[in-house]
């Protein structure tokens, strides 16, 4: 297959520069001039043909869990299964990706990924509908590669599109990344209605081979820096080093802190299982529906996010964004009927789609180019960690209170924990994305690109 040639870094073809650069656009309509790049259309393409299986095994799994132990604290359990792979190999490759080349770590991650995916397809046909030690093993194995892959992907992204492109690639990704979490549930709940787990898991191996094919026509993707051989100790040390930079950040730092507080505390994901067999249970199809809510108001927010990208007080939209994530998780607890419970869900998802795009591109923007695999590896473990969290909190609060006390109470702690953070740290609450920018020589999200890459946080990765 042929490899697709580096964006051009002149001042002729500034691949940041098509953020508005064509056509000077200021709608509401997402920003697609980033597909115009070749190399980033296969990191898209490749996105969007993993997400639909990933987001079955997401369902899959779950209800696996519950269907062998009748649990909804197992189910939070599972979640926790899948945490300490997540924080040991985002940390460690986050690392990875700043001290080899990273086209490769992708490849490898997405062969790994393909066959767990696979064999989790084999475990659902043995006998009694699988087993429980064999089904947390390998939902592991997937936990850590994905811990690896995805921080891996989102450091290539400013290399790719140029700094001024940041924003608008982030909101495309994420918002195929929701079209695959909308259809991917209700496609699962279909499977699992039928009684073949097997497929949805088999749709996800499929993903990962299609994606490493795409991954295979990218260039060389080199970290921003000469390494030499990669070895355990110098990626644990570049650890350390990515905490000590971060240490020195107040500001993306606290975007770590209000995720991990909103996912903790009000991620719902746990209590569906019980829900579509319990409240929702004359409804059809309710397990996919509630696990595709969130996302079809964050697919809404994608496709109408073109507004997102030009926001300059992203501190302030984020918090705002968060307290509305808060006051729908509300809702759903409270919810009598499931089309209710479906929209508070998407209410949610709205607002978190404005608040991952904006952190996203803060600290993608803010990071050195040899220091972007460790920021994302955190971010990965925070983004994907939260929820993990918030699973074992609903489930176990569910467990004892009831559902509709694990998810007001969440909500209710949420937008508290948001006018707090706003008072107490007023740096964040005011963060500016021009001021940003001028302090650290970068284009402005939405501006043009600078002239050369002489302005850029270290050398271009293609």
Excluded at 419 to 435: C, M
């Amino acid at each position: 297959m042929k490899k697709d040639p580096p964006a051009p870094q002149t001042s002729q073809a500034r691949p940041g520069s098509l953020q508005r650069g064509h056509d000077g656009r200021r709608g509401w309509a997402i920003d697609t001039s980033p597909l115009r790049i070749p190399a980033f259309r296969r990191l898209f393409w490749g996105v969007a043909a993993t997400m639909l299986g990933q987001q079955m095994t997401l369902v899959a799994v779950p209800f696996q869990v519950y269907a062998l132990t009748g649990s909804s604290l197992l189910v939070g359990v599972t979640s926790i299964v899948a945490l300490v792979p997540l924080v040991v190999f985002g940390l460690l490759g986050g690392a990875i990706a700043d001290a080899m080349d990273r086209r490769k770590l992708m490849l490898i991650t997405s062969t790994g990924a393909a066959v767990t995916s696979a064999l989790l397809g084999v475990q659902a046909l043995l006998p009694g509908g699988g087993n429980l030690a064999l089904l947390w093993v390998l939902t592991a194995c997937v936990s850590g590669f994905a811990a690896v892959n995805q921080p891996t992907r989102a450091a290539v992204i400013p290399a790719v599109v140029g700094p001024s492109g940041v924003a608008a690639a982030n909101a495309l990704s994420m918002t195929v990344r929701q079209a695959g979490v909308i259809v991917g549930p209700l496609l699962a709940g279909v499977l699992i209605g039928l009684g073949d787990l097997f497929l949805a898991y088999a749709v996800d191996a499929v993903g990962f081979i299609v994606a490493a094919l795409l991954l295979r026509g990218l260039p060389p993707l080199p970290p921003g820096r000469i390494v030499g051989r990669l070895r355990i100790g110098a990626a644990v040390r570049g650890v350390g080093e990515g905490f000590a930079f971060l240490r020195t950040q107040p500001v993306l730092l606290m975007t770590f802190v209000v995720d991990i507080i909103a996912m903790t505390f009000a991620w719902p994901q746990a209590v569906f299982p019980e829900l579509s067999v319990t409240r929702f249970a004359e409804s059809p199809n309710s397990l996919g529906w509630l696990f595709a809510g969130v996302s079809i108001g964050a697919l809404v927010m994608g496709l109408s996010s073109g507004w997102v990208t030009r926001v300059d007080r992203q501190g302030a939209f984020v918090l705002g964004a968060i307290v509305v994530w808060g006051i729908a998780i509300i809702g759903f607890g409270l919810a009598p009927t499931l089309w209710l419970a479906v929209l508070c869900l998407a209410v949610a998802g709205a607002g978190d789609m404005v608040s991952a795009v904006l952190r996203t591109s803060m600290l993608q923007l803010a990071a050195p180019e040899d220091m972007r695999g460790r920021m994302q590896g955190v971010f990965i473990v925070v983004v994907a960690g939260g929820p993990r969290l918030g699973d074992l909190r609903a489930g176990a609060l569910a467990s004892a209170a009831g559902v509709s006390v694990a998810m007001v109470s969440g909500g209710v702690v949420i937008v508290v924990a948001m006018v707090v953070v706003a008072l107490i740290v007023p740096s964040f609450w005011f963060f500016r994305a021009s001021r940003s920018a001028q302090e650290t020589g970068e284009a402005r999200p939405g501006s043009p690109a600078p002239e050369s890459g002489e302005d850029r946080p270290g050398p271009s990765a293609v």
